[in-house]
Structures are given as structure tokens and as C-alpha cells.
């Protein structure tokens, strides 16, 4: 075989296998980024994997209801939820990240599905003041989440995502493995210890405290309003016949404490006022806040780490919505706030969670 004709047939054999392989990942599609999951194949949704799936969820999974937030939300269960609330509903949470990054979830979600009845998202305290428009994570598969078919290329002839994820999708049937659910999907509480030991083994005690608290700036003021505009308010009032359901996380008093040394905690509840008085404009809005439950967060039992509490009282936070409880109203929200900042500030010391 002379040179040349051997170089004809190499890249024959290279294009053909290119082909080969693209056309396989394509076909099976494991991050759903053409169809959705094909009926004669199960689906690992892969926890850690949540940026490469949810764009793909939501543009093809059948649904009317989406969870989305952070870790925050991840615990929950979306059968739960479409128990009490008569829905059908997708979980999209991202790990660690902004109101920005969340955001452009939820208008995916109205970009493909303008008709869902309930969007339900948490709006954590430690990015409210966090004015910030791009992804708090490196390498985001960006390429997944627009419409250009030229950048495709980066997901069908990824030898990562042909070797990792779509001979998995065939390894994972061939074991006889079964598609992970919404309730499952994403979720960490069966994988991380949660209680006391497991907190304070992940936490540093301050040792310094501020004398003063830090005012809450004109700076603050301007972060939060254009986070919150920008970022939660323009999709709540783009669709009104939409339900929104937004909740602050119940922090765990470890977490205040710490605030509470470094002289930002007024600060995040001035955040947390300013953030309630432009949500609170909307009727289809419902906000809730779980903080000034503090037999909850005094209880280390409850929590992995300063922040995250575990699935029992994920379950719970879910009740409460659905029964109203914890809900801020305009005539409430100042006085609720305000027994948060007393609590935290005044009655809360290293010994209320030290051994």
C-alpha cells in the first residue's frame, strides 16, 4: 500500500469511527440534549452531573411544576410536591450557585414552557447581597444550554461524555439498572452524616467578634435591589398566572453565630427586608422564612454542616409551604425580621452550640 492511499484509508477509518461514536451519543442523547430519554433505555442522572442534565430536563421532560435553587433544595422530593400541590414536577438545582445562574433556569423553563403553574426556589442569604452575572463554577458546559448546532460538536464527539456518560447509559442497562427519579436525582442526604459531631467537625469558632455590627450600605441596598429585579423579579412579573413559591433557607445557628463575628449579620437581614418589601408587590408571589424557627435551628441534629439541613427537615419545609406556614405578608414581614436580627445578635453565643 503506497502512502498516500494508506493516508486515504486512515482518515477513512478515523472519519468513520467519528461518526460512529457521535452518532451513538446522539442517538442515546444522556444529557437529553435532543429528546428526551428513549423508552427502551434507563438513565443514570448522576449526582454531581446536574450541569450537563438540567438544561436538557427542562427543555424536554414532561412537566408543569419545577424545583429550582441550590443545595439548599436538593433534598427535596418532587412527588411530595406534586402530592400536595397537584402538579407534575422537574427538579433543576445547581450546587453553590448565584441568583443569576438560577435564574437562567427558571427562564429556560419559561422559554420551552410558558403554561407551568409553580415555580418553587429558594433564595439563600449568603448570595443575596452577591451581585454578580456569571456562573460561580469553571468549565460550565455552556455549549448545552443555547441553540447553536455549530458547538454541538463540543457534547457528540466529546470522548469524555462518549466514554463517561453514553457507554455508561449502556453499561448501567446491561446491568439492569433503573432511571433515576426526580426524588432521587441530585439528591446528597443518604450520602453525607448529618448531626451535631458532623457540623462542629467542619467548623471554625471565630476567634475574634466584632464590637459593632456593619450597616447595611447604600452599596448593599443597590446589589440587592438590582439581584433581586434583575434576577427574581422580571420572571415573577413576565408571567403572572404563574405561582411563585420563594423560601429562605433555615441557616443553621452555627452559620449565624459566624455572621455574627465578622459584623455582617445585620446586613443580611436588612438584605432579607429590602428583598421582601419588592416581593411583596406581586400576588403571585408567596414568600416564605423558616429562620425565626429557632428550636429548628439551635438543633445541630438537623444539619450536615453550618447550612444545609438534612432530608426530614427538607420534607418539612415542603409541609409548611403547602400549609402556610412561615409565610411573610406585608404586615408581618418587619416584625419576623426583626425577631431574627434580636435572636442572633443578642441571644446567640458560642455556647449555645458548643459542647
Not at 177 to 197: A, I
Request: glycine share 4%; with cysteine; charged share 25%.
Amino acid at each position: 500500500m503506497n502512502s498516500r492511499r494508506f493516508v486515504k484509508t486512515v482518515l477513512a477509518g478515523t472519519v468513520t469511527l467519528l461518526v460512529i461514536a457521535g452518532g451513538l451519543t446522539a442517538l442515546i442523547d444522556p444529557f437529553f440534549h435532543f429528546h428526551k430519554p428513549l423508552k427502551n433505555l434507563e438513565y443514570p442522572l448522576n449526582r454531581g452531573s446536574e450541569r450537563y442534565l438540567n438544561d436538557g430536563i427542562i427543555r424536554h421532560f414532561d412537566y408543569d411544576a419545577a424545583i429550582a435553587g441550590t443545595s439548599m433544595m436538593q433534598n427535596f422530593k418532587t412527588s411530595q410536591f406534586d402530592e400536595l400541590f397537584g402538579t407534575k414536577s422537574i427538579k433543576v438545582t445547581l450546587t453553590g450557585e448565584n441568583y443569576w445562574s438560577i435564574d437562567q433556569e427558571v427562564r429556560k423553563i419559561f422559554d420551552v414552557n410558558p403554561d407551568v403553574k409553580y415555580i418553587f426556589r429558594c433564595l439563600d442569604y449568603n448570595m443575596v447581597l452577591k451581585n454578580k452575572t456569571d456562573y460561580n463554577y469553571d468549565n460550565v458546559p455552556t455549549y448545552l444550554y443555547d441553540d447553536n448546532p455549530f458547538n454541538d460538536v463540543q457534547y457528540i464527539f466529546n470522548k469524555d461524555v462518549l466514554l463517561d456518560d453514553t457507554l455508561e447509559v449502556i453499561k448501567y442497562n446491561l446491568q439492569g439498572g433503573k432511571s433515576t427519579d426526580m426524588d432521587t436525582y441530585s439528591e446528597w442526604g443518604s450520602l453525607y452524616p448529618s448531626g451535631r459531631k458532623a457540623v462542629l467537625s467542619n467548623y471554625r469558632i471565630p476567634q475574634k467578634k466584632a464590637e459593632v455590627q456593619k450597616e447595611f450600605s447604600e452599596k448593599d441596598a443597590q446589589n440587592v435591589r438590582k439581584n433581586v429585579e434583575e434576577n427574581v423579579l422580571d420572571m415573577v412579573k413576565a408571567h403572572p398566572d404563574t405561582t411563585f413559591y420563594f423560601y429562605t433557607p433555615p441557616y443553621s445557628v452555627v452559620w449565624w453565630y459566624a455572621r455574627q463575628c465578622s459584623g455582617n449579620l445585620l446586613r443580611y437581614f436588612e438584605a432579607e427586608k429590602l428583598q421582601a418589601e419588592m416581593l411583596l408587590k406581586y400576588d403571585n408571589v408567596k414568600l416564605y422564612s423558616f429562620a425565626d424557627m429557632f428550636d429548628l435551628t439551635q438543633n445541630l441534629d438537623n444539619y450536615k454542616d453550618d447550612k444545609h439541613y438534612n432530608a426530614e427537615i427538607s420534607e418539612k419545609i415542603i409541609d409548611w409551604i403547602y400549609e402556610g406556614t412561615g409565610l411573610i405578608t406585608k404586615e408581618n414581614y418587619e416584625e419576623r425580621i426583626n425577631k431574627m436580627e434580636d435572636f442572633y445578635l443578642n441571644q446567640v453565643s458560642e455556647s449555645s452550640f458548643s459542647e
